[in-house]
C-alpha cells in the first residue's frame, strides 16, 4: 500500500521541474556559527554570483545553516563556489551537506561531502549538485566543514558564494 504522502507525491502536477528534482524552495534566513562581518551569511542566499558568505576564524567545524520557509521534502542542495584560485576554491573540500527537522537539532538526512573538486557530482567548474533522499520534511538545511584537511593554523575557512535547496512544499503548507 502507498503511503498518502508518498502518493500525494507522485500525483503532484508536473511544472518545470519533476518531482523527484522538485522546485527552487525560498530560504527565509541564514546564519553561521562564525562571521568576517564584511561577508554575513545573508550573502549565501542573496541570488548573486558576485557575494559570498565568508566564516570569521575559528577551529572547525564551521557551518552555515539555511532555514526553509516551509518544510520541505528537499531532493537536492546546490552549492555554488567561489571561481578562484585553487587555494580559495579548495576551501569548499570537506563540507557536508544536512538536513534538519523543525527543531533545528534532529539531523534527518545526510546529502554527502564535497570530497574533491574534480568529481561526477559537479555540473560546471563551481557548481556542487548534493542529492538528498528525504523521507521526512525539513525545515534546515546546515552546510558544515568538519574536515581538517584545508585548516590553517588548526583554522577552518568556508566560503559559499551561494547555496540553492529543491524540493517539494506539502500542498497543505504550500503557498
Ligand atoms: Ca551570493
Known sequence: MIPLLLLLFLIEPLDTATPSEGQLLSIS?????????????????????????HTGEAASPQWLKLQLEDPAWVSRVVIVNRLENINIMQRL??????????DGTTQIANCGKISTIASLMYISSQTYNMPCDSSQLASYVKLEDSEMEVSIDDQIIMNILEVEVYGTVPLSTGK
Do not use: C, K, W
Not at 93 to 102: E, N, P
Open 93 to 102: 573540500l570537506g563540507t557536508q551537506v544536512y538536513l534538519y527537522d523543525a
Open 29 to 53: 534566513i541564514a546564519t553561521a556559527r562564525t562571521v568576517n562581518g564584511n561577508y554575513p551569511p545573508e550573502f549565501a542566499i542573496d541570488g548573486d554570483l558576485n557575494t559570498f558568505y
